[in-house]
């Protein structure tokens, strides 16, 4: 079977990123919606996967032996839906719906937007679907390589470790989780809620091929993303330490820009220092 080709004139990751950072203030401002840092933080992890990795055609969408992307912490959607927009999967001008009544762009990333693989939101549900499709994938010889991206807080929910159980025991090295690690979760940090030191270590007691690296490092996250089906035997994760807020000196590492909006100002602010 042929697996789609990688995207012709790819843009380069540094551009894509600033470009998706910017639609997604614009999105959360427009529509004083929440989530706008656990978005800046998974930027540079989308715009790698999207310019230099994945395997996906907006022509072909359905392609069999395409590439999966599971986006796992489903309620940081609003630059899941900027990153499909700039790919090609949909204009960039419906962008403008979300979160309004009616769309389909819902807060929750919706397999109704073309290029969504599964609706997620409630959270420990991705990883467990991904874990499905890569088994399907090899049983049926596509080829085809399987991400999942979480946060670091949803690694609080047993039912991923079930899975982090369960991938290893088959074998899957044709998955890759990455976890957007950027140690700050809805009510605290990471390490308050409940600590997940030593946290490497801990999926590589479980089996897993582990890498651990910068996750706004691009070229960091080309060199481990493509090395994602070695023959290893193994499934590989990521840990990708991130900054919440990453580009937007106000929201840096602040727990408020989990649910906070911008005002009009600060998203001039905002606009400015992304570059857009």
């Known amino acids: 079977m042929t697996r789609p080709p990688l995207p012709a004139n790819r843009p380069e990751p540094k551009e894509f990123a600033r470009r998706i950072r910017a639609h997604a203030l614009r999105m959360v401002h427009a529509a004083k919606a929440s989530h706008i840092g656990g978005c800046l933080s998974m930027a540079d992890i989308l715009a ?17 032996t395409r590439d999966r992307f599971v986006l796992s912490k489903g309620h940081a959607t609003a630059i899941m839906y900027a990153t499909l927009a700039e790919f090609g999967f949909f204009s960039l001008a419906e962008l403008d719906t979300y979160c309004r009544d009616g769309s389909i762009f819902t807060g929750h990333v ?15 549900h991705g990883l467990p679907i991904a874990i499905g499709m890569a088994l399907a994938a090899r049983s049926a010889g596509a080829g085809s390589r399987v991400f999942c991206l979480l946060s670091d807080g949803e690694c609080d ?24 690690f950027n140690k700050i979760q809805s009510f605290g940090s990471v390490a308050e809620v409940l600590n997940l030191d030593p946290f490497a270590e801990k999926w590589r007691s479980f089996g897993w091929q582990v890498e651990e690296i910068d996750g706004h490092d691009l070229d960091a996250l080309e060199r481990v993303l493509s090395a994602v089906r ?6 590989t994760v990521v840990i990708a330490h991130t900054v919440k807020g990453k580009g937007v000196s106000f929201m840096e590492n602040k727990l408020e820009w989990h649910y906070r909006s911008p005002s ?13």
């Open 48 to 64: 790698v996967l999207y310019t230099r990795i994945l395997r996906v055609d907006p022509a072909e969408p359905q392609s069999p």
């Open 110 to 124: 919706s397999h109704a937007v073309p290029g969504v693989e599964v609706s997620t939101g409630s959270l420990g």
């Open 157 to 180: 929910e047993g039912s991923n470790w079930e899975g982090i159980l369960f991938a290893p025991h088959h074998k899957l090295d044709n998955l890759c989780v990455i976890v957007d």
């Open 230 to 235: 070695a023959p290893s035997g193994r499934p």
């Open 264 to 276: 009009d100002e600060l998203l001039a602010q905002a606009l400015a220092e992304v570059g857009a």
